[in-house]
């Protein structure tokens, strides 16, 4: 589940990322209230720290990457291999910009709130993914309460039946 929720980011967000170099090139478009899409580089990371320091940002984001995909080895349930997938997405949503596009090391921001800074869909699925791990660990690393993705007894740590369709429970 990591990896199929991290190419459904990965796909989303650069599909995002592309239409908006594409489309936004002759100003921001107003969507509702204070939201709007508005074309923005960022080379450095959150809220623009590190401004041009890009290839210490690459080399790290490489190492978190690869501490990420250790770490979702071993996801204890379903709503974890779900989180962990978002935030691997997006982590390499936003490290592609920076190897691949052609923008000096900068990640395509479009997204933009008058009251936070401008982001794009790696950075919030980076931000849901979070928080979908912190909820689930802080339940105790199991999914709903004793529901589908809770780890069974002799399942293993990734909650999935021999049959890898993550059906979990005491049943079998």
Not at 6 to 27: E, N, P, Y
Not at 87 to 103: E, I, K
Request: neutral net charge.
């Amino acid at each position: 589940m990591v990896t199929a929720t991290a190419l459904v980011v990965l796909a989303l967000d650069q599909t995002t990322k592309s239409l908006a170099v594409a489309h936004l090139v002759d100003g921001p478009r107003h969507l509702v209230g204070p939201i709007s899409l508005e074309l923005a580089y960022n080379s450095g990371v959150a809220f623009s720290i590190g401004t041009g320091l890009t290839l210490p940002i690459v080399l790290v984001g490489v190492v978190i990457v690869v501490l990420i995909v250790w770490f979702a080895r071993g996801a204890p349930s379903y709503p974890a291999a779900v989180g962990v997938g978002m935030v691997l997405g997006g982590a390499l949503g936003n490290l592609g910009d920076r190897l691949f596009r052609g923008h000096g090391g900068a990640v395509v921001d479009f997204i933009h709130t008058s009251f936070w800074p401008t982001f794009n869909l790696a950075d919030a699925s980076i931000v849901c993914g979070c928080a979908v791990v912190g909820v689930v660990f802080w339940r105790g690393g199991r999914g709903a309460a004793g529901g589908p993705g809770t780890v069974a007894p002799g399942r293993g740590s990734t909650g999935v039946s021999g049959d890898g369709l993550g059906e979990t429970g005491s049943g079998g």
